[in-house]
C-alpha cells in the first residue's frame, strides 16, 4: 500500500491528469472478472521481511537522511529519486514479485477487443470449474434490455442495435476509453522510469550493502581481536593485581619487622645508655668516696704525726730545762764548794774544756749538716707533696716544725757545751725521733702516691667512658634553636615544640594556609626530630652546657668542629661570638679544666686563629686590617699527622680566657658585614675560630693533640629575597656555592665507601675543614631557625637539611695521642 501511495503522489507531481470517475455511472453493470496478479497490487504478493531488525550501526547515515523535511520539500520534484539504503537484504522471492506488480496492468478497465461479457473461463475462474448449467428462463427486459446481450460478442448478434440515445452515449465512452488509454500508457512509462530508477538504486544500495558488510565483518574480526586482547590484559591484569598485593603486604612485613627494629635498637641503645650513665656515677661515687676517705687519713696522719711531734718537742725542751737547771745549781753549790780546788785546776780544766769544746762544734756542726740534710729531704717532701691540693698546707705546717726544732736543738747544743756527753745522748735521742718522723713521712708521701695512680686509672676510664657515650650519641649531632621575636618584629610563624616537658627532640613547623580543589582551606605540617631542640626562652648558657661534653672531647686528643647553619638574621653569630657565647665559654672551660688537670701531671698549651673565608678567599681576621689585601692565606694540609696548617696566619697564645675576648673584639672588627633586604648587617662571609691544644703528662710520658674549631657559617639566603645586586649577588652566589659543598661533603662522608673520593677541594670552607668533619672527628650542627612567617620557606629549607645531616653517619672518630 505504501508504494501505491508513493506512486499515485509521483503522477499527481507529474501534472497528468487523473482519470475520471463519470465512465463508471454511466457505464452498464459489468459482470465480475477474472482475479489475476496482474489486476491485483503487486505489493500484496510481496513476501514479508526476512526478520531482520535493524541494528544501530557506527556508520554515518547517508547524506538524504541527514536532511530535514523542510529542506526535501524545498528541492524540485524532477531530481533523480534516490532510494533509502536498504539494511535488510532483498530476497530473490521479493524481486521477482516486486517486478510482476509493476508489470501488471492497474487499471480495471476491459480493452475495446474484449467482450463485455465474461467467457466461460472467466466465470469458471470466478464460481469454479465445470459446466455452466443453462438457466430454462431468460432474463426479463427493463430499461437496460438492450444490453441483455451483452455476453455475446458483436460478432455474434445478427443485428444491428437500434439508433437511440444510447449510441451517444457508447461513443463517448470510446472517447473515454482512448483518453483512459493514452493516460495509463503515460503511466506505465513514468512507472517503468521510475522502476528503473528503483532498480539502479536498488542495486546501488545492495553493492553498498556489501560493503557495509566487509566493513562490518572486518570491524568484527577487529573487536574479536580487541576482545582478546582485553581478555589477556585481565589475565595480566589480575595477575600484577595479585603480585602487587603479595609486594603490598611483603612491605608491610618489612615495615612491620623494620620498625620492631628500630624500637629493639632504640631499647637495646636505652639500656646501655642507662648502663654506662649508671656505671659511670658508681665510679664517681667511689672515686669521690675513695678520695674523701683518702683526704680525711691524710688529715688524720698529719693531725697524729703533728700531736706526737709537738709532745715530743715538749717534752724533750722540758726535760732539757730541768736538767739545766739542776745542773745550774749543782755547779753553783759545787763552785762554791770547790772553788780554792778548781783554781788549782783551772788551767787544766780550760785546756780540757778548750779542746772538748772544739770536739762538741766538729759534733755541732755534722749535727747540722744533717739537720740540713733532713731539711732538704723535707723539702723534696714538700715539692711532691705540693702536687696534692689538700696536703701543700700541712708539708708547709711539717717544715716549719722541724726548722723551728732544728733551731731549738742548736741552741742547746749551743748552750750546754759544758755537758758533752749529756749533748751527745740528747742529740742521738734527737737523731732517733727525726728518724721516726722520716718514717712517717715516707709511708704518707707512698699513701699520697697511690692515691694519685688510683686517681690517674679513675680518670683514664673517664675518658673512655665519656667517649663511648659521645660514640653512642653520634659522630654528627645535630641541634635546632628558636631565636625569639624582637619588639619591633610581627606575624610570627606558628612553630611548636611537642615534647618540649620531656625530651625537648621535636620542633614542628605549620606552613601557610592553601585552598584545595574543593574550596577547602588546609594547612600543611612540618615535624622535625633532632637530638636536641632549643626555644626562644633558652639562653646561651643552657646551649652550653649541652655541648660542654663535646669541648671536653678537644682536651681528650680529638678533633672537634661546632659550626652554625641557618638563614640571614636567625642568630648565628649572637650564639657563637656573643660575650656568653659559644666560643668565650668554651675556651674558658677549656681553661679551667686544663688547670684542674695540672694536679694529674698534663700541661696544656692553646694556640688560637681566627680565618674568615670571604668570596672563596681566606683572610686573617686577627691581622692588620691594611695587610688584608697583601697577604694571604695559605692553607697547607700534613697528611701524615692528620693536621691542617695555616701560612701567614696570626696565631695568639692564650694564657688565659681574657685573651679570648680581645680576639673576638679583633675579629669582628675585620670581618666583611652588609646590609641586604634580609638583614641590616648581614655576616657576608665564613669564619672560623681554630684552637689548637697541645697536652703533655710529666708523669705518664703521654702526649695529645686536640683541634677545636667553631664555625659561623654566613647566611644562607635566597636572591629574590635579599635583592642582592652588584657586590652583594657576587657574595651570595659565593655563599651557597660553599653551603652546596659543605652538604655534598657531608653527603659524601655518609653515604661513600672506605678510600671513596670526598669532594673536599670543591670549596675553600671545606678544604679549610677537612680533617674536623672527616671520620676522625667529632662534628656537632646549629640549625638556627628564625621566628618569622616571611622567612617560612628558609626555615623549611634549613630544617631540611638539618634533618639529611643527622642522618649521616661519619664514622668512629680516633684520639691523636703520642708517647
Same mark, same amino acid.
Given at each position: 500500500?505504501?508504494? +501505491?501511495?508513493e506512486?499515485t503522489?509521483?503522477?499527481k *507531481?507529474?501534472?497528468?491528469k487523473?482519470p475520471s470517475?463519470?465512465?463508471?455511472?454511466?457505464?452498464p453493470?459489468?459482470?465480475?472478472?477474472?482475479?489475476?496478479?496482474?489486476?491485483?497490487? #503487486?505489493?500484496?504478493?510481496?513476501?514479508?521481511?526476512?526478520? &531482520?531488525?535493524?541494528k544501530?550501526?557506527?556508520?554515518?547515515?547517508?547524506?538524504?537522511?541527514?536532511?530535514t523535511l523542510?529542506e526535501?520539500? #524545498?528541492?524540485?520534484y524532477?531530481r533523480?529519486?534516490?532510494?533509502?539504503?536498504?539494511?535488510?537484504?532483498?530476497?530473490?522471492g521479493v524481486?521477482?514479485?516486486?517486478?510482476?506488480?509493476?508489470?501488471a496492468?492497474?487499471?480495471?478497465?476491459i480493452?475495446?477487443n474484449?467482450?463485455?461479457?465474461?467467457?466461460?473461463?472467466?466465470?469458471?475462474?470466478?464460481?469454479?470449474?465445470?459446466?455452466r448449467?443453462?438457466?430454462?428462463?431468460?432474463?426479463?427486459?427493463?430499461?437496460y434490455?438492450?444490453?441483455?446481450?451483452h455476453?455475446?460478442?458483436?460478432?455474434?448478434?445478427?443485428?444491428?442495435r437500434p439508433?437511440?440515445?444510447m449510441?451517444?452515449r457508447?461513443?463517448?465512452?470510446?472517447e473515454q476509453?482512448?483518453?483512459?488509454?493514452?493516460?495509463?500508457?503515460?503511466r506505465? %512509462? #513514468?512507472?517503468?522510469r521510475?522502476?528503473?530508477?528503483?532498480?539502479?538504486? &536498488?542495486e546501488?544500495?545492495v553493492?553498498?550493502?556489501?560493503?557495509?558488510?566487509?566493513? !562490518?565483518?572486518?570491524?568484527q574480526?577487529r573487536?574479536?581481536?580487541?576482545?582478546?586482547?582485553?581478555?589477556?590484559?585481565? !589475565?595480566?591484569?589480575?595477575?600484577?593485581e595479585?603480585?602487587?598485593d603479595?609486594?603490598?603486604?611483603?612491605?608491610?612485613s618489612?615495615?612491620?619487622?623494620?620498625?620492631?627494629?628500630?624500637?629493639k635498637h632504640?631499647y %637495646?641503645?636505652?639500656?646501655?645508655?642507662r648502663?654506662?650513665r649508671?656505671?659511670?656515677?658508681?665510679?664517681?661515687?667511689?672515686?669521690?668516696?675513695?678520695a674523701?676517705?683518702m683526704? *680525711?687519713?691524710?688529715?688524720?696522719?698529719?693531725?697524729?704525726?703533728?700531736?706526737?711531734?709537738e709532745?715530743?718537742?715538749?717534752?724533750?725542751?722540758?726535760?732539757?730545762?730541768?736538767?739545766?737547771a739542776?745542773?745550774?745549781?749543782?755547779?753553783?753549790a759545787?763552785?762554791?764548794?770547790e772553788?780554792?780546788r778548781r783554781?788549782?785546776? +783551772?788551767q787544766?780544766l780550760?785546756v780540757?774544756?778548750?779542746?772538748?769544746?772544739?770536739?762538741a762544734?766538729?759534733?755541732?756542726?755534722?749535727?747540722?749538716?744533717?739537720?740540713?740534710l733532713?731539711? =732538704?729531704?723535707?723539702?723534696?717532701?714538700?715539692?711532691?707533696?705540693?702536687?696534692?691540693?689538700?696536703l701543700?698546707?700541712?708539708?708547709?705546717?711539717?717544715l716549719?716544725?722541724?726548722?723551728?726544732?732544728?733551731?731549738?736543738?742548736?741552741?742547746?747544743?749551743?748552750?750546754?757545751?759544758?755537758?758533752?756527753?749529756?749533748?751527745e745522748?740528747d742529740?742521738?735521742a734527737?737523731s732517733?725521733?727525726?728518724?721516726?718522723?722520716?718514717?712517717?713521712?715516707?709511708?704518707?708521701?707512698?699513701? #699520697?702516691?697511690?692515691?694519685?695512680?688510683?686517681l690517674?686509672?679513675?680518670?683514664?676510664?673517664? @675518658?673512655?667512658?665519656?667517649n663511648q657515650?659521645?660514640?653512642?650519641?653520634g659522630?654528627?649531632?645535630?641541634?635546632? @634553636?628558636?631565636r625569639?621575636?624582637?619588639?619591633?618584629?610581627?606575624?610570627p610563624?606558628?612553630?611548636?615544640?611537642?615534647?618540649?616537658?620531656?625530651?625537648?627532640?621535636?620542633?614542628?613547623?605549620?606552613g601557610?594556609?592553601r585552598?584545595?580543589?574543593? =574550596?577547602?582551606?588546609?594547612?600543611?605540617?612540618?615535624s622535625?626530630?633532632?637530638?636536641?631542640?632549643?626555644?626562644?626562652?633558652?639562653? $646561651?648558657?643552657?646551649?652550653f652546657?649541652?655541648i660542654s661534653?663535646?669541648v671536653?672531647?678537644?682536651?681528650?686528643g680529638? $678533633?672537634?668542629?661546632?659550626?652554625?647553619?641557618?638563614?640571614?638574621?636567625?642568630?648565628?653569630?649572637?650564639?657563637?661570638?656573643? &660575650?656568653d657565647?659559644? !666560643?668565650?665559654?668554651?675556651?674558658?672551660?677549656i681553661?679551667?679544666e686544663a688547670?684542674?688537670?695540672?694536679?694529674?701531671?698534663?700541661?696544656?698549651?692553646m694556640e688560637?686563629?681566627?680565618?674568615?673565608?670571604?668570596?672563596?678567599?681566606?683572610n686573617d681576621?686577627?691581622g692588620?686590617?691594611?695587610?688584608?689585601?697583601k697577604?694571604?692565606?695559605?692553607?697547607r694540609?700534613?697528611?701524615?699527622?692528620?693536621?691542617?696548617?695555616?701560612? $701567614?696566619a696570626?696565631?695568639?697564645?692564650?694564657? =688565659?680566657?681574657? @685573651? /679570648?675576648?680581645?680576639?673576638?673584639?679583633?675579629?669582628?672588627? $675585620?670581618?666583611?658585614v652588609?646590609?641586604?633586604?634580609?638583614?641590616?648587617?648581614?655576616?657576608?662571609?665564613?669564619?672560623?675560630?681554630?684552637?689548637?691544644?697541645?697536652g703533655?703528662?710529666?708523669?705518664?710520658?703521654?702526649?695529645?693533640?686536640?683541634?677545636?674549631?667553631? /664555625?659561623d657559617?654566613?647566611?644562607?639566603?635566597?636572591?629574590?629575597?635579599?635583592?642582592?645586586?652588584g657586590?652583594?649577588l657576587?657574595?651570595?652566589?659565593?655563599?651557597n656555592k660553599?653551603l652546596?659543598?659543605?652538604g655534598d661533603?657531608?653527603?659524601?662522608?655518609?653515604?661513600?665507601?672506605?678510600?671513596?673520593?670526598?669532594?673536599?677541594?670543591?670549596?675553600?670552607?671545606?678544604?679549610?675543614l677537612?680533617?674536623?668533619?672527616?671520620?676522625?672527628?667529632?662534628t656537632?650542627?646549629f640549625?638556627?631557625?628564625?621566628?618569622?612567617?616571611?622567612?617560612?620557606q628558609?626555615?623549611?629549607t634549613?630544617?631540611k637539611?638539618?634533618?639529611?645531616?643527622h642522618? +649521616?653517619h !661519619?664514622?668512629?672518630?680516633?684520639?691523636?695521642?703520642?708517647?
Open positions: 500500500m505504501d508504494s +501505491t501511495n506512486n503522489g509521483i503522477a *507531481r507529474s501534472g497528468i487523473p470517475n463519470f465512465s463508471s455511472i454511466a457505464s453493470p459489468r459482470v465480475l472478472g477474472e482475479l489475476h496478479d496482474a489486476g491485483m497490487n #503487486a505489493r500484496s504478493a510481496m513476501l514479508p521481511p526476512a526478520g &531482520i531488525k535493524h544501530p550501526s557506527g556508520l554515518p547515515e547517508p547524506a538524504f537522511k541527514r536532511k523542510a526535501q520539500a #524545498a528541492e524540485p524532477n533523480k529519486l534516490v532510494a533509502p539504503p536498504i539494511t535488510r537484504p532483498v530476497t530473490n524481486k521477482g514479485t516486486m517486478a510482476r506488480g509493476m508489470a496492468p492497474t487499471s480495471r478497465a480493452p475495446k474484449t467482450s463485455r461479457h465474461p467467457s466461460a473461463s472467466a466465470l469458471s475462474g470466478s464460481v469454479g470449474a465445470g459446466p448449467i443453462q438457466s430454462g428462463t431468460t432474463r426479463p427486459k427493463s430499461a434490455g438492450q444490453y441483455g446481450g455476453a455475446r460478442s458483436k460478432s455474434q448478434n445478427p443485428s444491428m439508433a437511440t440515445a449510441r451517444h457508447e461513443e463517448d465512452d470510446e476509453e482512448a483518453e483512459r488509454k493514452d493516460f495509463y500508457n503515460e506505465m %512509462e #513514468a512507472m517503468e521510475d522502476f528503473r530508477m528503483f532498480k539502479e538504486q &536498488i546501488g544500495d553493492r553498498q550493502a556489501t560493503d557495509y558488510k566487509e566493513s !562490518i565483518q572486518q570491524l574480526n573487536v574479536t581481536e580487541l576482545e582478546g586482547i582485553r581478555a589477556r590484559l585481565e !589475565i595480566v591484569n589480575k595477575g600484577l595479585s603480585e602487587l603479595d609486594t603490598r603486604s611483603c612491605l608491610k618489612v615495615k612491620l619487622e623494620l620498625e620492631m627494629n628500630q624500637q632504640s %637495646e641503645a636505652d639500656d646501655l645508655r648502663k654506662l649508671n656505671e659511670v656515677d658508681d665510679l664517681e661515687s667511689r672515686h669521690r668516696k675513695d674523701d676517705r683526704q *680525711r687519713e691524710r688529715e688524720e696522719a698529719e693531725s697524729k704525726i703533728r700531736k706526737e711531734l709532745t715530743r718537742i715538749e717534752k724533750l725542751l722540758k726535760e732539757h730545762s730541768e736538767e739545766l739542776v745542773l745550774r745549781k749543782k755547779l753553783d759545787d763552785s762554791e764548794a772553788r780554792t783554781t788549782k785546776e +783551772t787544766e780550760e780540757e774544756y778548750a779542746s772538748r769544746l772544739r770536739t762544734a766538729l759534733d755541732a756542726g755534722v749535727k747540722q749538716r744533717e739537720a740540713q733532713l731539711q =732538704g729531704e723535707l723539702t723534696n717532701v714538700k715539692s711532691e707533696l705540693d702536687r696534692e691540693r689538700n701543700k698546707t700541712g708539708l708547709q705546717t711539717q716549719t716544725e722541724a726548722t723551728t726544732t732544728n733551731l731549738t736543738l742548736s741552741a742547746t747544743n749551743k748552750a750546754m757545751k759544758e755537758k758533752i756527753d749529756f749533748l745522748s742529740s742521738q734527737q732517733q725521733a727525726f728518724n721516726d718522723l722520716h718514717r712517717r713521712m715516707q709511708e704518707a708521701i707512698e699513701a #699520697a702516691e697511690r692515691a694519685h695512680d688510683k690517674r686509672q679513675e680518670e683514664t676510664l673517664r @675518658r673512655k667512658l665519656f657515650v659521645q660514640e653512642l650519641k659522630n654528627i649531632r645535630v641541634m635546632c @634553636r628558636v625569639p621575636t624582637h619588639d619591633s618584629e610581627t606575624d610563624a606558628q612553630i611548636s615544640f611537642p615534647d618540649n616537658d620531656t625530651d625537648s627532640k621535636e620542633v614542628s613547623v605549620l601557610p594556609s585552598q584545595s580543589a574543593m =574550596g577547602k582551606d588546609t594547612t600543611a605540617a612540618y622535625y626530630s633532632f637530638d636536641r631542640v632549643f626555644g626562644p626562652a633558652s639562653q $646561651n648558657g643552657e646551649v652546657e649541652e661534653q663535646l671536653q672531647s678537644a682536651l681528650d680529638y $678533633n672537634v668542629c661546632i659550626f652554625c647553619y641557618g638563614q640571614t638574621g636567625s642568630g648565628k653569630t649572637y650564639t657563637m661570638s656573643s &660575650i657565647g659559644m !666560643i668565650p665559654r668554651a675556651t674558658a672551660q681553661w679551667d688547670q684542674r688537670l695540672q694536679e694529674k701531671g698534663w700541661r696544656y698549651s688560637g686563629s681566627f680565618i674568615e673565608v670571604y668570596n672563596e678567599t681566606y681576621l686577627l692588620r686590617s691594611e695587610d688584608l689585601d697577604k694571604k692565606v695559605e692553607v694540609h700534613d697528611t701524615a699527622k692528620k693536621q691542617t696548617l695555616l701560612e $701567614n696570626v696565631s695568639v697564645m692564650l694564657d =688565659g680566657p681574657h @685573651r /679570648v675576648e680581645e680576639i673576638l673584639d679583633t675579629a669582628s672588627k $675585620n670581618r666583611t652588609a646590609a641586604t633586604k634580609a638583614n641590616m648587617r648581614s655576616s657576608r662571609s665564613h669564619s672560623v675560630f681554630i684552637l689548637k691544644l697541645v703533655t703528662n710529666e708523669i705518664t710520658g703521654e702526649k695529645s693533640e686536640g683541634t677545636l674549631n667553631l /664555625v657559617l654566613a647566611g644562607s639566603e635566597r636572591l629574590e629575597h635579599s635583592k642582592a645586586e657586590a652583594r657576587k657574595e651570595t652566589q659565593n655563599i660553599s652546596s659543598c659543605l661533603v657531608i653527603n659524601a662522608l655518609g653515604s661513600a665507601k672506605e678510600g671513596a673520593h670526598v669532594p673536599y677541594r670543591n670549596s675553600k670552607l671545606t678544604y679549610l677537612q680533617y674536623s668533619l672527616g671520620g676522625n672527628s667529632k656537632l650542627m640549625v638556627m631557625v628564625s621566628p618569622l612567617q616571611a622567612h617560612l628558609e626555615t623549611v634549613s630544617l637539611f638539618a634533618t639529611k645531616v642522618n +649521616t !661519619i664514622g668512629t672518630a680516633k684520639k691523636q695521642t703520642r708517647t
